[in-house]
């Protein structure tokens, strides 16, 4: 038996710490003047975007550990962790308003400008007027809060203003109202100035401060008004039973209720605000000892920005045309039958999976469909096919799992127009979340029942399978075809327990197979054999697969990660990880992909998943993990991980400290990763 060292006080880094440092990559691409200018103005709400995330999900975490930790150690260290968190998130706050101002800065020069209201020539102000009362005046709602115990409830998804009156008698009033950027655009189109050519956008917030006096005037004599923006994020964690039936549905939407009326954990706010506003703010939101505040610039909700009008394709990345995919009718099952389909999304067409569920669902052979659904898109064509399915008396099973965070709503309405139009939809597991990407189909052919297959990296969703990077198999591999059925069999009854020949399955053998093929290269290395892991991922934060890669680094092998947002193994820590080497990618498509290669004797292991490497992958979700046997499909991802480790303009190394060093290009041609794959996969055919 092979005998392992224990590393009882091995280095971990902070998992929520490693993501901030995730999302100064994201702030580094914004900072990139080789990227197009609007995409840096993206990247900014991406980065805003992923911060309200942060706050809502894994500070809130450690907010509440904190709030009941036992000892005084323990309260001492998630203090000392909340307050790193907070010195981190300030220093990357003042950083992402020096990249804003310098996007702005740089807009400037191509003759796209974001104004103030103080900016404003009269033509441009004449016209930010007449859009105030006719557009924006009919749905601003002011409210009081000097009169007023607590503050109303507030949303967090919007952005308010705090206003300061000072009233012609010489007194002071305090209000508060919400910005209608759920109704409104929060970006306008203003006329140019006199003479010049030039596209002119003014923000909303800036409409309403130009024009913030005619909202009080009918109660109030207004000497002067100033407004402050401020926004509150909330802990986003659901409290739900164990029982996994219908009732979940009604459970659901009760809770995600109470999420609205959650404790805030969160008030970011503009730097400007007088302080005696801010006390006034901060008292009737009842803010806690272990809250945050984020003083930041007079903007918030910079999520926004994501969606900031593209003036020019110049100043965009030039959009990606996807590769091959399958016919939209009965052939695509004769081509699965002829050999095994790998596709890389966005790389590849993702109607690849859409086609496929359409010819299904009118294929007179097809009996049955079986799906997971975990996020969709908001007009899905894979819905549509399912439901067409049913219409033409196929079977059709949706594992719809409700607990997908933040689209709780979305799946909650997914699951009723299913269900209304006779789908058999199952609500997941007690306790465990369904992140597998599987669908099975069971088409009759020749007298028998024969399983046509996908096993994938990603959700069926046409939206995001334009900017994430995942792989499909489409295969009709019978062995593969019945693991992949006794999954959903595993899902509607938890009760059995099926053998899985060739897949692995989170909770029950996933964590089990990736530690016995990581001993296998550990004892090879201790045998002087040649010994080699080579790993993709979005996060690796598991205690106990750290340590076993600590224990791989520390017998000689060579492991070699990828990872996209939190890592907590430290790499550069003499005798734990001298062997052990990781970077980070960011650019235009999110790495989504999970991929683990092993040496395994020179007989290459293979295999991709729907599980990252933490403990909720591998202990509390239904993920799987699966194999390439393909020599040309497995060549095809070697290929696509080296161009990614070769990658010498956005990559960066995660040393110990996580700097987000980017890698030297000390060789006289740059490799950016994502272009050469396009071009690799392009030219070659990878089925």
Not at 323 to 344: C, K, M, V, W
Request: aromatic share 10%; net charge positive; glycine share 4%.
């Amino acid at each position: 038996m092979l005998r392992l060292p224990m590393f009882n006080d091995m280095p971990l880094y902070p998992k929520e710490l490693s993501w901030l440092s995730f999302n100064e990559r994201v702030l580094q691409e914004v900072e990139d003047e080789t990227v197009p200018i609007i995409e840096r103005m993206r990247f900014l709400g991406i980065f805003s975007n992923n911060l309200d995330e942060f706050f809502r999900v894994r500070v809130a975490d450690v907010r509440r550990l904190a709030a009941f930790a036992r000892g005084e150690q323990q309260k001492k260290d998630f203090a000392k962790l909340l307050s790193q968190i907070n010195e981190r998130v300030l220093r990357l706050q003042r950083r992402y308003a020096r990249a804003y101002a310098k996007v702005l800065k740089d807009l400037d020069k191509h003759n796209i400008h974001v104004v103030r209201e103080s900016r404003l020539s009269v033509r441009q102000r004449s016209f930010v007027e007449d859009y105030f009362h006719r557009e924006v005046l009919p749905e601003l709602e002011p409210f009081f809060i000097d009169d007023r115990e607590t503050m109303p409830l507030l949303n967090e998804a919007s952005i308010y203003f705090a206003i300061f009156l000072r009233l012609k008698n010489g007194t002071q009033r305090y209000a508060a109202m919400e910005i209608p950027t759920n109704t409104l655009p929060r970006f306008v189109v203003i006329p140019p100035r006199e003479g010049k050519r030039e596209k002119v956008y003014i923000v909303l917030d800036n409409i309403i401060r130009a024009c913030l006096v005619e909202v009080f005037r009918q109660v109030l004599q207004i000497h002067s008004a100033q407004a402050y923006m401020f926004k509150i994020s909330r802990d986003a964690e659901l409290e739900l039973g164990e029982q996994i039936t219908q009732n979940l549905v009604d459970r659901m939407e009760k809770s995600l209720k109470r999420r609205k009326r959650a404790d805030p954990v969160r008030l970011a706010y503009d730097a400007e605000m007088p302080q005696v506003l801010l006390n006034i703010v901060k008292k009737k939101l009842k803010m806690g000892r272990y809250d945050t505040y984020t003083p930041g610039g007079r903007y918030h909700n910079s999520k926004d920005l994501m969606k900031f009008p593209a003036d020019s394709a110049r100043y965009t990345y030039k959009p990606l045309v996807p590769l091959s995919t399958l016919p939209s009718n009965g052939g695509a099952f004769a081509q699965i039958r002829s050999a095994d389909r790998l596709f890389y999304y966005p790389y590849h067409d993702f109607r690849v999976i859409t086609n496929l569920l359409a010819s299904a669902a009118i294929d007179s052979q097809v009996r049955e469909i079986r799906i997971n659904l975990y996020r969709v898109a908001k007009n899905s064509r894979v819905v549509a096919a399912l439901i067409n399915a049913v219409r033409n008396n196929k079977k059709v099973v949706a594992v719809v799992e409700l607990r997908a965070r933040f689209d709780e709503l979305a799946n909650i309405h997914w699951s009723k127009e299913l269900s209304d139009a006779g789908v058999q939809v199952i609500y997941g597991v007690p306790r465990l979340k369904v992140h597998c990407k599987l669908i099975s189909i069971i088409r009759r052919e020749e007298g028998k029942d024969r399983f046509y297959s996908h096993l994938g990296t990603g959700n069926f969703n046409e939206n995001t399978a334009k900017i994430y990077c995942d792989f499909s198999l489409l295969t009709n591999n019978q062995e593969l075809g019945l693991d992949v059925y006794n999954v959903f069999e595993f899902i509607q009854f938890t009760r059995r327990r099926p053998v899985f020949q060739h897949i692995a399955v989170s909770p029950l053998t996933n964590r089990a197979a990736l530690l016995g093929a990581i001993d296998r290269e550990i004892e090879a290395a201790k045998q002087g054999h040649d010994a080699a892991l080579f790993f993709k991922c979005n996060n690796l934060v598991d205690g106990q697969m750290i340590s076993r890669l600590y224990c791989a680094s520390a017998a000689g092998v060579k492991v070699r990660i990828i990872v996209r947002s939190m890592c907590s193994l430290v790499c550069e820590t003499p005798g734990l990880s001298d062997n052990i080497q990781v970077i980070s990618l960011v650019d235009k498509y999110l790495e989504h992909a999970r991929v683990y290669i092993f040496h395994n004797a020179g007989e290459e292991l293979m295999w991709l998943s729907s599980a990252d490497l933490m403990t909720r992958n591998l202990d509390y979700r239904i993920e799987v993990t699966f194999p390439l046997t393909n020599s040309e499909h497995r060549r095809t991802i070697r290929k696509i991980l080296e161009f990614q480790w070769s990658d010498n303009q956005k990559a960066r190394i995660m040393d110990a400290k996580q700097s987000n060093r980017r890698i030297a290009n000390n060789s006289l041609r740059g490799c950016r990763a994502q272009d050469a794959i396009y071009r690799y996969l392009k030219q070659s055919s990878v089925n």
